[in-house]
């Protein structure tokens, strides 16, 4: 018990630190490279989504270096506050590397085409509660 409430203090800790992080590209990139495009969001999936590649190969090739602990706190924690799209990503890209092409599919489409109507779904509702 001790052992899971110090993880997760690791975990929460990682993820104060990609939030914070998130917001600072959110308010500099725009300040930086000002277009209607959303390039913060875009700049900060890409570069989570690189640096959670980086790291899944890093814990695969040299796990026995590195500690539950530091997994978690660098991509549940870092990642997982900068950018839920890298754990999707990685998700997708090892249902795809084990040979299960349609169940990755099925994710990847399944996951942003859900994800858009739960999206506009939750507008919807609330709009019309609120009005």
């Known amino acids: 018990m001790m052992r899971e409430l110090f993880l997760s203090s690791v975990v929460f800790a990682g993820a104060g630190t990609g939030g914070v992080l998130r917001h600072l590209a959110n308010r500099f990139i725009p300040m930086a490279l000002p277009v209607s495009f959303p390039l913060s969001t875009f700049i900060v999936n890409v570069l989570g989504c690189f640096a959670m590649g980086v790291l899944a190969s890093w814990f695969a090739f040299r796990g026995e270096a590195s500690s539950q ?3 978690l706190l660098l991509t549940t924690g870092v990642l997982g506050g900068f950018t839920t799209f890298s754990a999707f990503s990685l998700d997708a890209a090892l249902l795809w590397e084990r040979g299960a092409i349609a169940e990755a599919a099925l994710y990847v489409s399944g996951s ?18 609120l009005q």
Not at 112 to 128: E, H, N, P
């Open 69 to 71: 602990t530091l997994r």
């Open 112 to 129: 942003v085409v859900l994800s858009l109507i739960g999206v506009f779904g939750g507008l919807v509702l609330m709009r019309t509660i």
